[in-house]
């Protein structure tokens, strides 16, 4: 009877420790690595692309690679990177900080494409706005000297669909 009473008394006891113990390994873990992300996208400045990321140690040198082109730069108070870079296409650009794992923020060709896409947007929604007000089609105006094509492209689909609707008829 002794012995019933001894296991069933230590034996909640030991699985309890246990289970803090993996809880707080696995709480210092986490805290140990923080999870930063980075994209790219193109610069104002031709040939360039903008690094830009969150997520990393604050105050840390953070290096920033792609194709064998390196750019450096330190991660601001909140954990904040961004640089400027010529990197050549076709390479993986990345950002790594010592005592963390390497991470991937894409190439020159994927934030092309970002920029080409959100230019369409831009223009599709303008398109829509511009052709609602009277139900006649205009020519895009984005405010710049030169309208990108993926914009003008947006637009006269966007206008096209504006008075493709219910609502210019």
């Known amino acids: 009877m002794n012995r019933k009473i001894r296991n069933a008394v230590l034996a909640p006891l030991a699985a309890s420790s246990l289970l803090i113990g993996s809880v707080a390994f696995s709480t ?3 805290q140990a690595a923080p999870s930063a992300t980075c994209s790219v996208k193109p610069s104002a ?3 360039t692309v903008d690094v830009s990321g969150k997520g990393f140690r604050p105050g840390k040198p953070v290096l920033i690679e792609g194709g064998g082109q390196t750019s450096t730069g ?3 108070a909140k954990g904040e990177i961004s640089s400027t870079g010529f990197f050549k296409p076709g390479q993986e650009i990345t950002a790594l900080q010592a005592g963390t794992p390497e991470t ?3 190439t020159v060709e994927e934030a092309e494409q970002k920029d080409a896409q ?3 947007r ?3 929604r303008q398109g829509v706005s511009d052709t609602r007000e009277d139900c006649k089609k205009k020519e895009p105006k984005p405010g710049v000297a030169q309208i990108d094509p993926n914009y ?3 637009y006269n689909a966007g206008s096209a669909a504006a008075l493709a609707s219910a609502f210019c008829k």
Do not use: I, V
């Open 45 to 47: 400045t031709a040939g």
């Open 104 to 106: 991937k923020c894409g």
């Open 118 to 120: 959100e230019q369409y």
């Open 122 to 124: 831009m223009g599709y």
């Open 74 to 76: 330190t991660a601001n």
């Open 28 to 30: 210092s873990a986490a």
């Open 152 to 154: 003008e492209k947006g």
